[in-house]
């Protein structure tokens, strides 16, 4: 029983520390000045971003999950309905288009434990045509 659990908090921690470490981070502040004390506020944002492939989404769920790169277990990604997802061109999508496989960059911020998403963009994915051959005997 111990063995599991621990094991769990394991495979937690390294996706995480994976999804970090292949992960792009931007940081914005915020300079505004309070209209009722007249003292300047400063808000500093940290946003990330990582390229991976989603495993795992559930339509009307608030998380997805995502494996950056190849290697490693996903990481969960926990979603609010300031999130938005976009197409490779900027165009607004539906989370509808969200599935198993499809390629998908990122944008995120971290609140404790939990990766909060900002925007999804996903890529299209690639498409293998096969070619059959059909041939026709005639006796």
Same mark, same amino acid.
């Not at 659990?5 to 390294?14: D, F, N, Q, R, Y």
């Not at 915020?30 to 971003?49: L, S």
């Not at 989603?54 to 990481?75: D, K, N, Q, V, W």
């Not at 938005?84 to 288009?97: A, N, T």
């Given at each position: ?15 995480? !520390? ?53 290697? !490693? ?7 609010? &309905? ?7 061109? !900027? ?21 404790? &434990? ?26």
């Amino acid at each position: 029983m111990k063995e599991t659990t621990l094991s769990k908090i394991l495979a937690v921690a390294c996706s995480l !520390g994976l999804a970090t470490a292949l992960a792009q981070t931007s940081t914005t502040v915020t300079t505004t000045k309070d209209a009722a004390t007249g003292t300047t506020v400063t808000q500093t944002t940290t946003t990330t971003d990582t390229s991976g492939t989603i495993t795992e989404y559930t339509p009307g769920s608030a998380y997805f999950m995502l494996r950056a790169g190849t290697t !490693g277990a996903p990481a969960r990604f926990d979603y609010t &309905n300031d999130a938005h997802v976009f197409d490779p061109e !900027g165009h607004p999508l539906s989370w509808s288009v969200l599935r198993p496989d499809i390629p998908a960059k990122v944008y995120y911020v971290r609140e404790g &434990n939990r990766l909060i998403v900002r925007k999804v963009v996903v890529s299209k994915p690639v498409v293998v045509e096969k070619q059959t051959t059909t041939t026709t005997t005639r006796p």
